[in-house]
């Protein structure tokens, strides 16, 4: 989740008017929730001793905004890197290009979507096999990697053009479908994917098809000199809207009773298609189509799993369907382990509020 993206270009929209999302609000008393320990938690956020760096809570409960704070400067209509949070936007494009047919399904070969591509190398019967579900789920085989400096994905951040042949180009370490490891690159494959099929690059595609029906009328989308847009985690949005993104899955895919993504969608990105045992550093149990998998509330049924989009400096859109529930921190942390406390006060702080 960690990369520090400096990118050559950048695409920004405003509405002539104002935004009209805005959500219908509630108390937490109102929805089921204690309000005094979720006080308590945005206290200990504004303080920064116990949570360092963290710039908002929304917890949505119920389709209603029932608390949101903002601190260190940050406001509620202020645009906010999402990092790798990016990734759970850039699946539900993939989504939505299967159901309007751009797209026949995730078992497609990768390599079938560039048919008149000559040169792709380290070219063997693995890549060949390399299908769109591979890079949904990490599991690409390639050695892209974003571990320390001078890392693949470094060199592809630095790299003003190209980055489709730059992924494509990567060396096979395994057969695809069989290893899990962290790459950017094939998230930022899939929006070539899309631009090969549609004509459209990622970011104009999520206009027209995501963010039209959902009312985000306000972002912002890195991209370099030659339009392609950074969709493993170059997309700026306000926390509001973080939060309709996360209302919108936990709705299986429909906002307003329009189908955005089909139901079938959500329910196979959201569900653990890598298990990670022992779990993961940030405590994820495993790892959906570019969604990260987190156990259920303890205090709950312990039957529906927590699945989380996350991203770099403690960016998340965590959704919680046992409980009907939505909380997005964002946040500029410095450390890892402080990356790590929005997990950690999900399962201390903020479940236990919920009344029984």
């Known amino acids: ?23 219908e609000t509630g108390t937490p008393a109102e929805h089921g929730l204690d309000a005094e320990k ?19 809570l929304l917890v949505i409960r119920h389709g209603r905004l029932i608390f949101e704070e903002y601190f260190r400067g940050h406001q509620a209509e202020q645009l906010h890197t999402l990092q790798s949070v990016s990734k759970s936007f850039t699946s539900a494009l993939i989504g939505i290009a299967i159901a309007r047919g751009d797209i026949k399904s995730v078992d497609e070969r990768v390599l079938d979507f560039f048919p008149g591509r000559h040169g792709i190398e380290n070219l063997d019967e693995r890549k060949r096999a390399m299908r769109v579900e591979d890079l949904l789920t990490m599991r690409s085989g390639t050695d892209y990697h974003e571990r320390g400096s001078n890392s693949p994905h470094d060199r592809l951040n630095s790299l003003s053009r190209g980055w489709d042949t730059f992924v494509l180009n990567r060396p096979m370490l395994r057969p695809p479908g069989s290893h899990f490891q962290y790459d950017s690159g094939g998230v930022i494959l899939l929006s070539s994917l899309l631009e090969a099929r549609t004509g459209m690059h990622a970011d104009a595609y ?18 370099n000199s030659q339009g392609h847009p950074h969709t493993g985690g170059g997309l700026d949005l306000r926390p509001r809207d973080m939060a309709r993104f996360g209302h919108f899955y936990l709705q299986k895919g429909s906002w307003n009773d329009r189908r955005v993504v089909p139901r079938e969608w959500v329910e196979v990105s959201t569900r653990r298609h890598v298990v990670f045992d022992p779990p993961r550093g940030g405590g994820a149990v495993g790892y959906g189509y570019l969604w990260w998998i987190l156990p259920p509330d303890p205090a709950g049924a312990g039957e529906r799993d927590i699945y989380a989009a996350m991203g770099f400096r403690a960016q998340y859109i965590f959704v919680v369907p046992e409980h009907d529930m939505v909380v997005v921190v964002t946040g500029g942390t410095q450390t890892w382990p402080d990356e790590q406390k929005p ?14």
């Open 1 to 23: 989740m960690r990369l520090g993206i400096v990118l050559a270009s950048a695409v920004l929209l405003f509405p002539a008017a104002a935004s009209s999302d805005d959500w």
């Open 38 to 56: 979720l006080r308590s938690l945005a206290d200990a956020m504004r303080d920064g001793k116990a949570f360092p760096d963290l710039h908002s």
């Open 206 to 223: 999520a206009a027209e098809h995501l963010f039209a029906p959902l009312g985000i009328q306000r972002w912002r989308w890195f991209r």
């Open 343 to 356: 997990v950690r006060f999900l399962y201390s702080h903020i479940l236990p509020a919920v009344r029984p």
